[in-house]
């Protein structure tokens, strides 16, 4: 069973830059297929970007990209160019199951989340 830590959350102002880190431990990193979600309050959980073990990349738009370092057991969500809107829970999240990794029921393992407030 793998355990998922996030960080890298913040206040950034709009048009700003943050990086997410989500770091892994307890399984084998390199088997798992990654996921970023998030979720603003009074609204459903949102997909952002997935990876999977093998390296193809998924994001819901250009301003965010997903990366993975298995040798430091880690993925990471550049977001750049960040609206009002993208304010939100940023959760990480794992799987062993097979595609679309847009959909959160194929993940079985889930962060605490991290907070990120665009300012306008």
């Known amino acids: 069973q793998v355990q998922l830590v996030e960080s890298g959350g913040g206040l950034v102002q709009a048009g700003g830059s943050l990086r997410l880190s989500c770091a892994a431990s307890?399984?084998?990193?390199?088997?798992?297929?990654m996921g970023w979600f998030r979720q603003a309050p009074g609204k459903e959980r949102e997909f952002v970007a997935s990876i999977s073990h093998i390296y193809e990349a998924d994001s819901m738009e250009g301003r965010f990209t997903i990366s993975r370092v298995n040798a430091k057991n880690t993925v990471y969500l550049q977001m750049n160019s960040l609206k009002s809107e993208d304010t939100a829970v940023y959760y990480c999240a794992a799987s062993l199951r097979t595609p679309p990794y847009s959909d959160y029921r194929r993940y079985d393992y889930w962060g605490q989340g991290t907070q990120v407030t665009v300012s306008s």
């Open positions: 307890g399984g084998t990193f390199s088997l798992y297929n």
